[in-house]
């Protein structure tokens, strides 16, 4: 496979609608099938009228991101959504 090093994907963030979000937990999988790096993690988030378990993204972390977009593909309801910088040409 060929990927390009030149214009690699560059996430600046990761978004987590938290409505959609089904807690499957299928993203706190440690062993890196699901994030390579792990950066997911279970906290309470607000949701519409109410304050529940969610799924965050490790922010602090986001250095060890590798913008592979594993999450945004793997996440069963879609909920997971990587914001990527995008250079002006
Ligand atoms: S994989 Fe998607 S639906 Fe499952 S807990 Fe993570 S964010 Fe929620
Ligand atoms: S883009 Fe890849 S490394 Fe970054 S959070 Fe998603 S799965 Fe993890």
């Given at each position: ?16 609608d938290h409505e959609k ?69």
């Amino acid at each position: 496979m060929v990927t390009s090093i030149t214009h690699p994907d560059q996430i600046i963030s990761i978004k987590i609608d938290h409505e959609k979000c089904n807690m499957c937990e299928n993203c706190l999988d440690e062993n890196g099938k699901f994030c390579p790096k792990n950066l997911f993690y279970k906290d309470i988030v607000k949701k519409v009228g109410r304050e529940e378990e969610g799924i965050r993204f490790k922010f602090k972390e986001i250095s060890k991101c590798q913008g592979c977009l594993k999450c945004e593909l793997s996440c069963p309801e879609r909920a997971i959504k990587p914001v990527k910088f995008e250079a002006e040409i």
